[in-house]
C-alpha cells in the first residue's frame, strides 16, 4: 500500500490513501483495456477461453470474479500465480501485472466487483456548479479548472497584459494578429467591456470563418487533388467556401452536420445543401490505369464511415473492418450495417456526380440574366404597335416570289451512271441503289429574270437500306457553273455557307474548301433533313434558257451519297436566308429578326442575353457531391470477410452500433437518419466531440487529449465535469460555435497569463491543469498569415479557386500528370494559406514542414513538432523574405532613425512595444549588417532582392527577418 | 584599431550589456543537451541486438521483370509464343492484360556465377561478380497490383495512404545518429516521383518530424530552403541567428516556456545544417577510383530530371542514380539511419516508347546495377557492409506472359510484361543477412514452388535486423496497436536468410 502512494497520478493517489471508493472507469478499466481485453474482450473471434472481462455476469458466470472476495477470484489468482503455464497475461507476451494494478483489481473486488458504462457513452448532464460560492470568479470554466488546480496545490497566473490577451485572442479567433484599427479601438477603450466587445468585433469578421474552417478541412481531408497515382486535379473549393460561409453565419452545429452528411437527402434540398454532402466526396479516386473502379469506391465507402464515427463521436471503427473491435463495442456487423446506409451513393470512383455550384456573385448574376431575359421575351410576346400591319404588308411580297424556289429539269451525269427523278415538290429521287461513292455533274434549268443571289442543298433522311448501315451523307465538294443560254459556261464562287446542322469537324465550310477528304456531314443526326446555304459572290442575272451546274463529289465512301434531295435558288438578300429547315414557315421569325427594326433591337438583346447566359454557366465550377442511388438501383450490403472487399459474407441492413440503440421507427432509415441520430440528444458523445475539439484549438490539447478517440482506449478527460458542462452549454444554446468560443475566451482560465516557472513545470509539465494560459506554435497557415498580415502584403480575399504562391522549383514531379507549379505573381501570391492548392502526393512543403497534412485522410489533429526545417523555412523561404522585405519598407517609412524604424516593426509584428533592451539588441543586428554591407554593395542589393524589393534598406530587411522568425512571433503569447 | 574593428568591440559591448541586463550568462544553456535526441530512459520493450546499423533501400518504381535479371526459366522459354493456359488467367485480375495472351520467354541471357552458382542475367554483369554477397529472394508476394497501393503496402504496410513510412518507423525507433543531418533521407532518380509520391517518406501518423527529408540532386537546393537568400552570406546568418537566439532567450527568462529554449536550439542546427549537409551532398569529394566504381560524375544533372516525360530521354549512361548510390554511402557513413532511393521508370509493358522489356529494361540495368555492385564493394572496403542493410525490388514483378492490349505480337521495342504479384525477386544484402539464393518458383515462374516471402515477412526481417522487435513495436492509433507489419501475426522474422 505504501507503493501506491508513489503514484502521483490523479486519481490513484485518492485510491491509495483509500479515501474513495475504487472507480471502475477510472481505475479497473484501464487495467483490463490494457492487459485483458485483447483475449478477453468484445470481440468474440479473438475471444480465449471463452472468458469474456468486460462484461460483469459474463466474468462471474465463468468463475473469474467472485464479488467480495477477491482471492477466491480465479482473475486475481491468475494474476498473481508463480506457474508460468497459467499466469495471465501469458509470459511470453512480455506484458505484466504491477503490484499496483494487482492492488486495486484486489480492492475493486472486495467492494463488489461493479461494473460501469465507459464514461463517454454516458449521456452528459449539466454537472453541479454549487460550489460556486467558494470560487472568486464568476466563471463555470473557471471554477472547474480552480478545483482540480487547488487539488493538486497550484494556483492560476494573474490575468495576461492587456496587448497580449490582444494578440492571443485574435489570433485564436481569426488567425492573425489584431488589426491597426482593432488595436486602436482596443487601447482606447479601458472599460471592463472592452475585451468582449473586441471578441464580437473577431468573431463577425470574416477572417473568423477563414482561420476555424482550417481545422474543419482537416477533418474533411480537404485537397484540391484526386490522390493515388495519377493525383489529378479536383474541382472541390466552393466546398472549402461553404464550411467558411456556413462558420460565419454560425451555422448550428446540428444543421451543419447535416447538411454535409445528407443534405442531399432533405425535403427539397437548396443547392447549397446540396453543395455540403461534398464532405464526403473528399475521399480520394485511384485514376491510375487498370484499376478495379469497385475496390476503390468500397476504400471510399469505409472511409466515409470512418470519418464520420471519427468526427462526430470521436470512435475508432476502422478495426472493424476487419474484426469486431478488441475494446469499444463495436463488432465488424456493426461495421458493415452502418457502412450499408453509406454504400447507396452514385458516385464508383469517378468523378460524377458533379453539379454546377454557383457563388453567391455567380448566382446573383444568373438571377439578373434570367430575369433580363424573360423581360426581354414578354417585351417580345407583347409585340409594338403597328407590328401586324407591317407584318401582313411585308409578308405580301412572298406571294409573288416564295423565299427559295426549286429548281428543275435536272440532267445527271453520274460516274456510277445513277438517274434522277424528280417529283411534284421539287424533290430530286436517286432511281438506283446507292454506289459506295460517286461524284455528279447535276443541271438544273434556273428562273428567267430574277436575280440569284443563293444556293441552297436541302437532304431528306433515307430510307433504310440494305446495303449501307449509315444514313449519313458527305458532300466532299460543291462547285457551280452558270451555262448560259449559248452553252458558255461561268465558274461562280460559292461563299458565307451555313448549314443548320454539321457534324463535329465535318463543318459545312470544308464542302467547299477545294480539298476533296474533308466535307459536310451530319452523324449523328442523318436521321433528319438537313439544310445548307451558300451565297453567290456575285448575283447572277440568268436569262431564258440559264442553267445551273453542280459538281458533288461524293467520294467518303460506305455510301455515303446523296438519295433524295432538292436544289433551291433564292432571289433575296443574303442576311433573310437562314439554313432552316423549313424556311417558308419561318417568315415570322425571319421578319422579327432581319426586318423590322424594334423587334430586331430586342432579338439583339435576347441573343446576347442567352450567350451571357451560357459563358457564366460555362464558368460555374461543378463540384462531386452525394446522390443517392434510385430505389431500383440499391446495392446490396454484406460483410467483408477479414476485409476483403471480394470476399463477401451475410447480407446486412443499415443500423447504426448496437451499443448506441436503434434508429427510431420513424427517422429515414437511411444517411438522414444517421446524421440526425448523430446530433440528437440520444447520442452521447457528439457534443463531448466537438466541444472538445474547440478547446484543444485554443489550448493546445484537448479535456480528452485523445481527441479521436473517446472509446476505452482513449485517455480520460482531465476535467470531465468542465467538458459536461460545455459540451450541454453547446447543445442547449442552439450548437452555436461563435457562443462556446466566447464562452471560453471570456475565462479567466484562457486570459491569464503564459509565464511558468520550474515549479510549474514540474507540477504540470504540459499545462494540462491550466496554471498558465495556453501558449504553444502557431500552426502552419498561421505562421503564413501572420507573417503577409503585419508587412502589409496580405491579400484579404474570401474564396475563390485555390491557389499557388511561389514554391521551389521542381517540387511537383507528379508520374503522368502534366500539372504544373506556377508561381502566383499577382495579388494570390499573397493568399492566406488555406487557399494554398493541396496536391496530396505533393503538399505545399513549408505547410508540411510545419506539420500540416496532406488531405489523404481525416486528420483529427495535428501533432505539433518542432524542427530545423521550419528554421530554414521561414529564414530562407520566397514568402518570409517578401514579407520581411515589405516590413522594412514599412519601417523605413515610419521613423527618421533606426532605432524608432526598428521600434515600430517590433510592434507592427508583435503587437506589443520593444523594451529598451530588445531594441538595443536589433539595432546591433542592424549595425552588423550595415558593416556587412558597407563594401558590399552589390551583395545589399541581391539581398533587396531577395526580399522582392528594388531599393530599400538591406540592414532593416535584416532585422525583419529576425523579427519574422522570433519565437514569440511564431508562437501565440 | 581600425574602424571595422571598433564597431566590432561596441558591438561585443552590446552583446555582453544585453545578456547583462538580461540576467543571462553567455552560453549558459548547453544546446547539444536539447536536441531532438528522443531520450529513452528505459530500454523499451522492442529494442532487441542489431545486427545492422543502417538501411540503404533502393526501390525500382514501376517494377522490374524478375524474369529478364534473376528468376532463370527455361521451361518458359520453350513455351515462347504460345498461348496461355487458361488455369493462369481464370478468377485472376490484371492491370492490363486482356483476353488470352501469349507466353513470353526471357528476353535475357541467364549464366551461373559465384560460388553460390547463382543464375544471374547479361543484364546485370557488375552484380553478377558480387552475386554471393546477395541473398535474392525469388519468391516474394504482394497482395497489391497497381503500383501507388502496391508501394504503399511495401513501404508503409497499409496500401491506403496515410501511414508512416518504414524509414518513419525506424527513425521514431531509434533515432538519428549524426544530429547534424535528418534520420530519413530520400533520394530520386529517374525524371518523376514514384506512383505513390511523397506519402511513401510520410510520416502518417507519426508526428512529422519522422517524415523522410528528401535530398534533391537535380542542381536546386540539396533540402529544400536549406541556402541562405541570394545576397545573405553566411556571416550575415550567423548574426541573424544570434540575435534570434538572444532574444529568445531574454523571452525564455520572462515566460519559462522549455519549447523556447528547443527553439533556439533548432535554429542553430539549422545553421549548422547549411554548412554539413552540402559538405555530405557534395561527392566531389571522393577519390576519381571511388566514382569510377559507381560510374558516379559529380554535379551532373540529367535533362530527363526535369523533362515532363523522361522515359523518352533514358540512355544507358545517365549517372544521376549512381550519384545517389555514392551518396548513400556518404549518408550512412555520417549517421543516416534510413536512405531511400527511388528510381523510376521500370514499369515496362510495352505499350508506349521508353517502357519496354527488350529496349527499356537493358538501359535502366546500365544506370543502376554498376553503382549497385559499386555500393556493395565500396561498403566492403570500408568496413560498414555487415553494418548496412540493403534492400533492392519493386513493387511487385511482372507477368510470365506477354502483355496484349496494344500489341498482339512481339514487336522490337513493344515488348512487355504486365504486373504479377504472385511471385517475384527482391533482394537484401549486408547488414546480418547470409549470401546465396532463397526460394522457388513454378516451371514458369508464376506461382511459388516453396518458400514464399510475404512484403510482412520483408518488413519484419528489415526491423529485426535493425534492432526492433516487428511483432512489439508498435504505436497507439486509431483505437490499435499500429505495426508496421500490420494488426495481425502473418509476418514473420526470416530466420532462414539470416548470417
Same mark, same amino acid.
Given at each position: ?19 474513495e ?12 483495456a490494457k ?53 495471465m ?12 494494478e494487482?492492488?486495486i ?14 464514461w ?14 467558494a ?15 487547488k ?18 485572442v ?13 488595436i486602436?479601438a482596443?487601447?482606447?477603450?479601458d ?9 464580437d ?54 444543421q ?20 455540403a ?22 476504400a ?22 476487419c ?28 468523378q460524377?456526380?458533379?453539379?454546377? &455550384?454557383?457563388? =453567391? ?5 444568373? @438571377?439578373?440574366l ?5 423581360? !426581354? /421575351? $414578354? #417585351? %417580345? ?13 411585308w ?10 424556289v426549286?429548281?428543275k ?21 436517286v432511281?438506283?441503289?446507292l ?11 434556273l ?11 436541302e &437532304?431528306?433522311? =433515307? ?5 449501307? @448501315?449509315?444514313?449519313?451523307v458527305?458532300?466532299?465538294? !460543291? /462547285? $457551280? #457553273? %452558270? ?8 465558274r ?32 449523328p ?6 439544310a ?10 440568268p436569262t431564258?434558257?440559264s ?20 436544289v ?39 441573343e ?12 460555374i ?7 443517392e ?5 440499391r ?29 427510431p ?20 458523445l ?19 487529449e485523445?481527441?479521436e ?5 482513449g ?66 497557415e498561421?505562421?503564413?498569415?501572420q ?9 484579404e480575399?474570401?474564396?475563390g479557386?485555390?491557389v ?45 514542414t ?36 515589405a516590413?522594412?519598407?514599412?519601417m523605413?517609412?515610419a ?79 | 584599431?581600425n574602424?571595422s ?9 552590446t ?8 540576467g543571462l ?6 544546446l ?5 535526441q ?24 514501376g ?53 553460390s ?25 504482394t ?7 502496391a ?20 527513425t521514431?525507433?531509434l ?17 518523376k ?16 518530424v519522422?517524415?523522410g527529408?528528401?535530398c534533391?540532386?537535380d542542381?536546386?537546393?540539396p ?26 532567450r531574454y ?41 569510377e ?19 523518352r ?15 548513400a ?13 527511388y ?17 527499356t ?12 555492385a ?22 511487385f ?11 498482339k ?49 520483408l518488413?519484419?526481417?528489415?526491423l ?5 522487435d ?18 495481425t ?11
Amino acid at each position: 500500500m505504501i507503493a501506491l502512494t508513489m503514484l502521483a497520478l490523479t486519481g490513484w493517489l485518492v485510491v491509495a490513501q483509500g479515501e474513495e471508493k475504487i472507480s471502475f472507469n477510472q481505475h479497473v478499466r484501464p487495467i483490463l483495456a490494457k492487459h485483458c481485453f485483447a483475449c478477453h474482450g468484445f470481440d468474440e473471434q479473438a475471444r480465449e477461453g471463452d472468458l469474456q472481462l468486460d462484461d460483469r455476469a459474463a466474468a462471474i458466470d465463468a468463475g473469474a470474479i467472485m464479488p467480495g472476495a477477491p482471492e477466491q477470484s480465479e482473475l486475481i489468482a491468475r494474476v498473481v500465480t508463480d506457474d508460468a503455464d497459467s499466469i495471465m497475461p501469458p509470459a511470453d507476451s512480455g506484458d505484466a501485472l504491477t503490484t499496483q494494478e494487482i492492488e486495486i483489481l484486489r480492492r475493486w473486488i472486495r467492494e463488489g466487483a461493479g461494473y460501469q458504462q465507459h464514461w463517454a457513452f454516458h449521456p452528459s448532464r449539466r454537472p453541479s456548479t454549487s460550489q460556486a460560492g467558494a470560487n472568486q470568479s464568476p466563471h463555470a470554466i473557471d471554477w472547474f479548472v480552480n478545483e482540480r488546480l487547488k487539488a493538486a496545490g497550484l494556483t492560476a497566473n494573474e490575468p495576461a497584459d492587456r496587448i497580449t490577451q490582444l494578440r492571443r485572442v485574435s489570433l485564436d479567433l481569426t488567425g492573425l494578429p489584431p488589426t491597426e484599427k482593432q488595436i486602436q479601438a482596443y487601447l482606447a477603450d479601458d472599460s471592463e467591456k472592452a475585451y468582449e466587445r473586441l471578441v464580437d468585433e473577431l468573431l463577425a469578421s470574416d477572417a473568423y470563418g477563414e482561420h476555424w474552417a482550417r481545422p474543419w478541412l482537416d477533418l474533411a481531408r480537404y485537397a484540391d487533388t484526386k490522390g493515388y497515382e495519377k493525383d489529378r486535379p479536383r474541382i472541390i473549393w466552393r466546398y472549402r467556401d461553404w464550411v467558411i460561409d456556413a462558420l460565419n453565419q454560425d451555422m448550428p452545429f446540428d444543421q451543419f452536420t447535416i447538411e454535409q452528411l445528407a443534405g442531399d437527402l432533405l425535403a427539397d434540398p437548396t443547392p447549397d445543401q446540396i453543395l455540403a454532402t461534398a464532405f464526403h466526396r473528399n475521399t480520394m479516386e485511384n485514376d491510375e490505369g487498370g484499376t478495379d473502379d469497385e475496390e476503390f469506391r468500397v476504400a471510399a465507402v469505409k472511409d466515409r464511415v470512418d470519418t464520420t464515427i471519427q468526427v462526430w463521436m470521436g470512435l475508432t471503427m476502422g478495426c472493424a473492418k476487419c474484426h469486431s473491435h478488441k475494446y469499444d463495442p463495436i463488432s465488424q456487423q456493426d461495421y458493415y450495417r452502418l457502412y450499408a446506409f453509406f454504400n447507396q451513393t452514385e458516385d464508383a470512383d469517378r468523378q460524377q456526380p458533379i453539379v454546377p &455550384t454557383p457563388t =453567391k456573385q455567380q448566382q446573383q448574376q444568373q @438571377q439578373s440574366l434570367e430575369t433580363e431575359l424573360q423581360t !426581354l /421575351q $414578354a #417585351e %417580345l410576346q407583347r409585340l409594338p404597335e403597328g407590328y401586324t400591319e407591317a407584318w401582313q404588308s411585308w409578308k405580301k411580297q412572298f406571294d409573288d416570289q416564295p423565299l427559295w424556289v426549286a429548281l428543275k429539269g435536272p440532267q445527271l451525269e453520274s460516274e456510277q451512271q445513277l438517274t434522277l427523278e424528280q417529283d411534284a415538290e421539287g424533290v430530286l429521287h436517286v432511281q438506283q441503289e446507292l454506289p459506295e461513292k460517286d461524284t455528279w455533274s447535276l443541271t438544273l434549268a434556273l428562273p428567267a429574270d430574277q436575280e440569284v443571289t443563293a444556293l441552297r442543298l436541302e &437532304t431528306l433522311p =433515307k430510307p433504310k437500306s440494305t446495303k449501307w @448501315q449509315d444514313p449519313n451523307v458527305v458532300i466532299n465538294e !460543291l /462547285q $457551280a #457553273e %452558270l451555262i448560259t443560254p449559248d452553252g458558255q459556261s461561268q465558274r461562280l464562287k460559292l461563299v458565307r455557307p451555313r448549314a443548320d446542322f454539321s457534324q463535329r469537324n465535318w463543318e459545312v465550310p470544308k464542302a467547299i474548301d477545294g480539298d476533296p477528304k474533308t466535307g459536310w456531314a451530319f452523324s449523328p443526326n442523318a436521321a433528319k433533313p438537313h439544310a445548307a446555304i451558300f451565297d453567290f459572290e456575285k448575283a447572277i442575272k440568268p436569262t431564258a434558257g440559264s442553267q445551273l451546274r453542280l459538281k458533288i463529289v461524293q467520294q467518303y465512301g460506305i455510301g455515303l451519297v446523296l438519295r433524295d434531295f432538292k436544289v433551291s435558288v433564292s432571289s433575296y438578300a443574303s442576311d433573310w436566308l437562314l439554313a432552316e429547315i423549313h424556311p417558308q414557315a419561318n417568315l415570322k421569325r425571319l421578319f422579327q429578326r432581319t426586318v423590322y427594326e424594334p423587334t430586331i433591337k430586342l432579338h439583339q438583346r435576347i441573343e446576347s442575353t442567352r450567350k451571357q447566359i451560357t459563358a457564366l454557366n460555362q464558368s460555374i465550377p461543378k463540384t462531386p457531391i452525394m446522390r443517392e442511388l434510385p430505389e431500383t438501383r440499391r446495392r446490396e450490403t454484406k460483410i467483408h470477410v477479414r476485409g476483403n472487399f471480394l470476399d463477401r459474407g451475410d447480407v446486412v441492413s443499415g443500423a447504426i452500433p448496437s451499443a448506441f440503440g436503434t434508429l427510431p421507427a420513424e427517422a429515414p432509415q437511411n444517411r438522414l437518419g444517421v446524421a440526425q441520430w448523430l446530433v440528437s440528444p440520444k447520442n452521447p458523445l457528439t457534443a463531448r466531440v466537438a466541444v472538445n475539439r474547440v478547446w484543444a484549438q485554443l489550448f493546445g490539447i484537448g479535456l480528452v487529449e485523445t481527441e479521436e478517440d473517446f472509446g476505452t482506449q482513449g485517455t480520460l478527460p482531465s476535467h470531465p465535469k468542465l467538458l459536461d458542462w460545455l459540451a450541454v452549454e453547446f447543445r442547449d444554446n442552439g450548437w452555436s460555435q461563435k457562443q462556446l468560443l466566447k464562452t471560453i475566451v471570456l475565462s479567466d482560465t484562457y486570459r491569464q497569463s503564459a509565464v511558468t516557472s520550474a515549479a510549474k513545470i514540474a507540477a504540470d509539465p504540459r499545462n494540462r491543469l491550466y496554471s498558465r494560459g495556453p501558449r504553444f506554435r502557431l500552426s502552419a497557415e498561421e505562421v503564413r498569415d501572420q507573417a503577409l498580415a503585419v508587412s502589409g502584403l496580405l491579400t484579404e480575399r474570401l474564396g475563390g479557386p485555390s491557389v499557388m504562391p511561389p514554391q521551389p522549383d521542381g517540387v511537383w514531379k507528379s508520374t503522368y500528370s502534366g500539372e504544373q507549379w506556377r508561381n502566383a505573381t499577382d495579388d494570390n501570391r499573397y493568399r492566406r494559406g488555406l487557399y494554398t492548392y493541396k496536391k496530396r502526393t505533393s503538399p505545399y512543403p513549408a505547410m508540411l514542414t510545419f506539420d500540416a497534412g496532406s488531405g489523404e485522410v481525416c486528420q483529427i489533429r495535428r501533432i505539433r513538432t518542432n524542427t530545423p526545417l521550419q528554421a530554414l523555412v521561414t529564414l530562407n523561404d520566397t514568402v518570409y523574405l517578401e514579407a520581411a522585405g515589405a516590413l522594412a519598407k514599412h519601417m523605413q517609412a515610419a521613423g527618421e532613425t533606426p532605432r524608432e524604424q526598428i521600434a515600430h516593426g517590433f510592434s507592427r509584428v508583435l503587437i506589443r512595444p520593444a523594451q529598451a533592451i530588445e531594441l538595443d539588441r536589433l539595432l546591433m543586428v542592424y549595425e552588423q549588417f550595415a558593416d556587412l554591407y558597407k563594401d558590399q554593395p552589390e551583395q545589399a542589393k541581391r539581398f533587396l532582392k531577395s526580399a522582392g524589393l528594388e531599393d530599400g534598406d538591406p540592414r532593416l530587411v535584416a532585422v525583419a527577418n529576425v523579427l519574422l522568425n522570433l519565437d514569440e512571433t511564431l508562437t501565440k503569447p | 584599431m581600425n574602424l571595422s574593428q571598433k564597431l566590432q568591440r561596441a558591438q561585443a559591448d552590446t552583446r555582453r550589456q544585453f545578456f547583462a541586463q538580461a540576467g543571462l550568462g553567455l552560453g549558459a544553456i548547453a544546446l547539444s543537451s536539447l536536441l531532438n535526441q528522443e531520450s529513452q530512459a528505459a530500454k523499451p520493450n522492442w529494442q532487441i541486438p542489431a545486427k545492422a546499423k543502417n538501411i540503404i533501400y533502393l526501390h525500382m518504381a514501376g517494377s522490374p521483370s524478375q524474369l529478364e535479371l534473376f528468376d532463370h526459366k527455361p521451361t518458359l522459354s520453350r513455351l515462347h509464343n504460345t498461348e496461355c493456359p487458361k488455369e493462369y488467367l481464370e478468377g485472376k485480375r490484371f492491370a492490363f492484360i486482356r483476353g488470352v495472351p501469349k507466353m513470353l520467354g526471357s528476353q535475357a541471357q541467364f549464366k551461373q556465377h559465384g560460388e553460390s552458382g547463382q543464375w544471374v542475367s547479361n543484364h546485370l554483369p557488375n552484380l553478377s561478380k558480387v552475386i554471393d554477397d546477395l541473398c535474392v529472394i525469388r519468391t516474394v508476394h504482394t497482395e497489391q497490383f497497381n503500383h501507388s497501393p502496391a508501394q504503399l503496402f511495401m513501404h508503409t504496410g497499409n496500401s491506403l495512404l496515410g501511414y508512416p513510412a518504414m524509414g518513419s518507423w525506424v527513425t521514431y525507433g531509434l533515432g538519428s545518429e549524426n544530429e547534424n543531418l535528418p534520420g530519413f533521407v530520400v533520394l530520386s532518380s529517374g525524371g518523376k516521383t514514384p506512383s505513390a509520391g511523397k506519402s511513401l517518406w510520410g510520416s502518417g501518423f507519426l508526428p512529422t518530424v519522422y517524415q523522410g527529408v528528401q535530398c534533391r540532386t537535380d542542381g536546386g537546393d540539396p533540402i529544400l530552403f536549406l541556402s541562405n537568400p541570394d545576397g545573405m552570406s553566411r556571416a550575415g546568418r550567423r548574426k541573424t541567428i544570434d540575435a534570434i537566439a538572444d532574444l529568445n532567450r531574454y523571452q525564455h527568462q520572462h515566460i519559462g516556456d522549455p519549447e523556447t529554449l528547443t527553439r533556439i536550439a533548432q535554429y542553430e542546427l539549422s545553421f549548422r545544417m547549411q554548412m554539413f549537409v552540402p559538405e555530405v551532398m557534395d561527392i566531389g569529394k571522393e577519390s576519381k577510383e571511388t566514382l569510377e566504381l559507381y560510374g558516379a560524375q559529380p554535379g551532373y544533372v540529367s535533362e530527363a530530371e526535369s523533362a515532363a516525360d523522361p522515359r523518352r530521354l533514358y540512355k544507358g549512361n545517365d549517372p544521376t542514380f549512381a550519384n545517389n548510390c555514392l551518396l548513400a554511402r556518404r549518408l550512412v557513413e555520417n549517421g543516416v539511419r534510413f536512405v531511400q532511393l527511388y528510381d523510376w521508370g521500370w514499369d515496362h509493358h510495352g505499350s508506349s516508347p521508353g517502357e519496354s522489356i527488350d529496349e527499356t529494361l537493358p538501359i535502366k540495368c546500365q544506370q543502376t546495377e554498376r553503382a549497385i555492385a559499386g555500393l556493395i564493394t565500396d561498403l566492403k572496403q570500408r568496413g560498414l557492409f555487415d553494418e548496412t542493410l540493403i534492400v533492392w525490388g519493386g513493387e511487385f514483378g511482372r507477368t510470365p506472359m506477354m502483355q496484349n492490349n496494344v500489341n498482339k505480337d512481339l514487336k522490337k521495342g513493344f515488348v512487355g510484361r504486365d504486373h504479377h504479384p504472385h511471385a517475384f525477386t527482391m533482394w537484401m544484402a549486408g547488414g546480418g543477412i547470409r549470401g546465396g539464393a532463397y526460394g522457388q518458383t513454378d516451371d514458369i515462374g508464376y506461382y511459388i514452388a516453396e518458400n514464399p516471402v510475404s512484403v510482412r515477412d520483408l518488413q519484419a526481417t528489415i526491423l529485426h535486423q535493425i534492432g526492433i522487435d516487428p511483432h512489439k513495436f508498435s504505436f497507439p492509433y486509431q483505437g490499435l496497436q499500429q505495426r508496421l507489419i500490420g494488426p495481425t501475426e502473418e509476418g514473420r522474422v526470416l530466420k532462414e536468410i539470416l548470417a
